[in-house]
């Protein structure tokens, strides 16, 4: 049995397999399959000042090895969680990643504000997502407005701050840099690629919302490019995710630098899926005789 | 225990209609708990999403749930090739079933195309009390006749091309005797289903319907299955995996 604990930014992680922001909403359906203590950790559903609707369905579309979605950050606000569902989520012995996103610099440094007096590990802020009309695609697409709303947000809150970088941008290193310097402890990638299908039938996109973002397992090879040039550039921690689907991807993503991973997409095909990549990680070690997880992380030896 | 998921034996395939497909599946810890409209979520060669198909029959006794699907794209191809024998990857049972009233004295029960399926748990459950109205394409696309009339219920069949039964839509017999119902549940194509609330709420019939929308993670964690209703007058985005598929008709915004 191989130590699987990580460290980022001094919160120690069991295991370094944590499911990603959306696909887990705040832990309770999955709970019928396993014990949330099981998990390294859980990003929460992204979650703004206010309540949100999101988009019109349809929401979901499959591509091949993948899929599409525009759920448009339909979250019930940042004091629903807090009095609701953060409660529950901190009994359970894992480390809470709170992914919160915003329209504005003000309403991100508003929810981190709320989050400080909360006994929350992390906050992982989202600058990426693509499919909310007003939401966060242009924090995350510029080096300007990616420091302008990290250094905001950095003063309103004490907890590890985690930003999520979007990959949907020419060089995702000068943003991993620029939100380094405006003092992020962590980053975490990738968020969804923008993409979209058309029922050519109807001519109609399969998304009401046109467009979504795309992820699962055809965006691996991206996500462990984005993270391998990220950890290279940055001495902070990354976080890696996208298409992640085995404990061999998660252990390639690692060793292109990053210090723990994320699943999304997975779990929708699998719901045991993080359970079942943190033993599929032990199990690789194991038979390398590697005794800790941490060995791996940033081992890749590029040509 | 609300849902589980794992690999089921399926013990008996039967071609029903052209590309429609019944399988008798063997899961007692499913059947044990599962109600008449909720559904299983049902993982298929490598595709990502897996693909809802609603519950047709719970056979606590044998510990069996039985489905009827219809093969529309690669995904219900791909499962309409498994065998008897074979073994199917399922989440179940998920989601939000038919409200059923054992005060209810005359129920009527509509299904359009494939649809039907799930009223005929429905009419297992309501026997002689339930009228079935079911309306198909064409005579070639009928299913299931006989097994609702096995549970004693009175049966109505439509048919858009009059090649058999009454030459036109659900909604005409429907509308004649909407009158003498406690109760109507339906499931089928949008339009339908819009039609039929309507003229529920015109008679001041409680009405429940199913819904269909694209689905993720199936049990309400992901809100990918959307669909608009009105919550004490305001308007709210209920998911169709876990407060439906079914709904009461008053609830839908259409
Ligand atoms: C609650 C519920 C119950 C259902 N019950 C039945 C049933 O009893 N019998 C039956 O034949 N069909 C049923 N359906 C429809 C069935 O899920 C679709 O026909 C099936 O998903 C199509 O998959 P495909 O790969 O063949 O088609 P494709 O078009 O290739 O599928 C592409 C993607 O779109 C999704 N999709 C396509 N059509 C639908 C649809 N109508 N509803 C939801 N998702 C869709 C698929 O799941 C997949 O993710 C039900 C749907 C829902 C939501
Ligand atoms: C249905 C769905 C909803 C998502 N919602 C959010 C969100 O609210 N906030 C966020 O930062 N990322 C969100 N994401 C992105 C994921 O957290 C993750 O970055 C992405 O899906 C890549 O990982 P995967 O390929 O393993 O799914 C969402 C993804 C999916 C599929
Ligand atoms: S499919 Fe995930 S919430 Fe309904």
Redesign the pocket.
């Known amino acids: 049995m191989a130590d699987l604990s990580v460290n980022i930014c001094g919160i120690d992680f069991k295991n370094p397999v944590i499911p990603a922001s959306g696909v887990f909403g705040y832990g309770r359906e999955y709970e019928e399959f396993f014990p949330l203590e099981k998990l390294g950790g859980i990003a929460t559903k992204g979650t703004t000042l206010n309540r949100r609707t999101g988009n019109l369905s349809p929401r979901i579309a ?1 591509t091949p090895s993948g899929m599409l979605n525009s759920v448009g950050l339909q979250n019930p606000g940042i004091d629903h969680f807090i009095n609701k569902e953060l409660p529950y989520l901190l009994e359970k012995n894992t480390v809470i990643l709170a992914n919160i996103a915003g329209s504005t610099p003000e309403e991100c440094v508003q929810v981190a504000e709320k989050l400080e007096n909360t006994d929350v590990h992390m906050i992982e802020l989202n600058i990426s997502c693509p499919n909310v009309k007003q939401g966060g695609a242009a924090f995350g697409t510029s080096c300007e407005m990616a420091s302008e709303v990290v250094s905001k947000v950095r003063k309103a809150t004490t907890k590890p701050l985690v930003v999520k970088l979007s990959p949907n941008v020419t060089s995702i290193t000068n943003i991993a840099k620029a939100v380094e310097d405006s003092g992020a402890d962590a980053v975490s990638l990738i968020n969804t690629l923008l993409g979209m299908r058309i029922d050519i039938n109807t001519r109609r996109p399969v998304l009401r919302n046109n467009v979504g973002g795309m992820s699962g397992r055809a965006v691996f090879p991206i996500a462990v490019r984005m993270v391998w040039q990220v950890a290279n550039a940055v001495k902070i921690p990354v976080i890696g995710m996208g298409g992640i689907a085995s404990g061999k991807d998660a252990i390639e993503i690692m060793m292109a630098g990053a210090s723990a991973v994320q699943v999304g997409a997975v779990l929708f095909t699998d719901p045991y899926a993080p359970v079942r990549i943190a033993e599929e990680i032990n199990d690789f070690l194991d038979s390398k005789n590697i005794s800790s997880v941490r060995d791996i992380i940033g081992t890749v030896k590029p040509w | 225990m609300k849902y589980t998921q794992g690999k089921y034996l399926i013990l008996d395939k039967k071609s029903i209609a052209r590309e429609i497909y019944s399988f008798t599946i063997s899961c007692p810890e499913v059947a044990e708990i599962a109600t008449a409209g909720q ?1 299983v979520h049902i993982r298929t060669g490598n595709f990502i ?1 897996r ?4 519950i ?1 029959g719970i056979d606590r006794q044998k510990g069996t749930l039985r ?11 791909e499962i309409s090739r498994l065998n008897q024998g074979d073994v199917i990857d399922m989440l179940a049972p998920l ?1 939000h079933g038919f409200t059923i009233n054992p005060d209810f004295k005359k129920v009527i029960l509509i299904g359009g195309g ?1 649809g039907t ?2 009223m005929l748990s429905l009419a297992g459950i309501y026997g002689e009390k339930a009228t079935v109205i079911t309306g198909f394409r064409s005579a070639d696309a009928v299913i299931l006749q006989n097994d609702f009339r096995k549970t004693g219920a009175e049966v109505i069949l439509c048919t858009d091309d009059g090649t058999t039964g009454i030459h036109g839509f659900v909604t005409q017999p429907f509308s004649e005797i909407v009158n003498s119902a406690d109760a109507v549940y339906a499931c089928g194509p949008m339009p339908m289903l819009k039609n039929i609330a309507g003229i529920c709420n015109e008679n001041n019939v409680f009405c429940e319907i199913s819904l ?4 993720a993670c199936g049990i309400g964690a992901c809100l990918g299955c959307a669909c608009r209703t009105l919550r004490n007058d305001e308007e709210y985005f209920a998911h ?1 995996c876990k407060d439906g ?1 079914v709904f009461n008709a008053k609830e839908v915004i259409f």
């Open positions: 499959e | 559904f999403l693909r809802p198909v609603s047709c489905i009827v699907f219809e093969v529309r794209g690669a995904g219900t191809e989601g494939i399926p799930p269909e929308e694209r689905m169709v598929p």
